[in-house]
């Protein structure tokens, strides 16, 4: 199935500092693609995959589950580490459940994490009913572009199919589950306002890590897809700079 154009992945090959950045459901390496160039820029490695199902149609998601999306950022991870000396794992929405599995699983091997509004919980009612909707229904209408930022769209799905969504819901509840074996340091990025992701699921990330190095910022001039958002730049610098932080050997950019 053809890519959509620009929701093509992106590598950059830089210092010995990397960064592996995971974009969200139904979405595509478009919404990560200026942070991961921001960090690019500043001397970093930076390897920005397509989750299997996405970037195409998306009937091609509900061919996939959330351990084909994991098994892609680990396979990008263990990549990096091979050629760098810390890597750092970025996650917007998905991306951000997806990078929390990675820290659960990988321990010491992974330098940090970065999240914009990450997802591990999900309170809309339909949701009570997914495990029988998803057998007999394709897809609802679509989330994407949750963007306050006028004139900006996010490449992504305008259909959920549901049987992915299922699955990520069953993400939810391993990534919950795990969330104390989150050591690492965090910086969690926040809207204010956010249409797709309720608060609580931050809330629960806060409250259930076991990191000690932990720093959340609330983003209040920006809609879920922050990254693409009237807040995008900070975004962009704060993580730059909790990375410079922890690994002081990135000074360039």
Same mark, same amino acid.
């Given at each position: ?7 093509? $992945?992106? /590598? ?19 919404? #990560? ?20 199902? /996405? ?7 509900? #061919?996939? *589950?959330?351990?084909?999306? !994991? ?22 929405? #998905? ?10 699983? /990988? ?23 997914? $495990? @029988? ?7 609802? +209408?679509? =989330? +994407? ?11 992504? !799905? ?23 074996? @989150? *050591? ?38 920006? !809609? /879920? ?9 900070? =975004? ?6 909790? =990375?410079?932080? =922890?690994? $002081? *050997?990135? *000074?360039?950019?």
């Amino acid at each position: 199935m053809p890519i959509l154009p620009g929701a093509e $992945p992106y /590598h950059h090959a830089g210092g010995p500092v990397g960064a592996l950045m995971c974009h969200g459901f139904t979405g595509s390496p478009q919404s #990560m693609r200026p942070w991961a160039e921001h960090l690019a820029a500043a001397g970093l490695t930076v390897a920005l995959p397509r989750l299997p199902g /996405h970037g195409t149609r998306w009937q091609d998601a509900n #061919m996939t *589950t959330w351990d084909d999306w !994991y098994a892609c950022i680990e396979r990008e991870f263990l990549a990096l580490r091979e050629r760098c000396e810390a890597v750092f794992v970025c996650g917007l929405s #998905m991306g951000g459940t997806l990078s929390l599995r990675l820290a659960e699983q /990988h321990g010491r091997d992974l330098a940090g994490v970065v999240v914009v509004n990450p997802s591990v919980i999900g309170l809309d009612p339909r949701l009570k009913v997914l $495990p @029988v909707l998803q057998r007999v229904l394709p897809s609802l +209408g679509g =989330i +994407g572009s949750d963007i306050k930022k006028p004139g900006v769209d996010e490449l992504a !799905y305008s259909r959920v199919p549901l049987r992915a969504l299922y699955s990520l819901r069953r993400a939810w509840d391993v990534v919950r589950a795990d969330l104390p074996k @989150v *050591t690492q340091p965090l910086l969690l990025l926040r809207s204010a306002e956010d249409h797709v992701v309720e608060p609580e699921s931050s809330r629960l990330v806060l409250a259930r890590v076991s990191s000690t190095d932990v720093t959340e910022i609330v983003l209040e001039d920006s !809609y /879920h897809v922050a990254t693409l958002d009237n807040d995008a730049d900070r =975004i962009f610098g704060e993580s730059l700079d909790f =990375i410079r932080r =922890i690994r $002081p *050997t990135v *000074t360039s950019g």
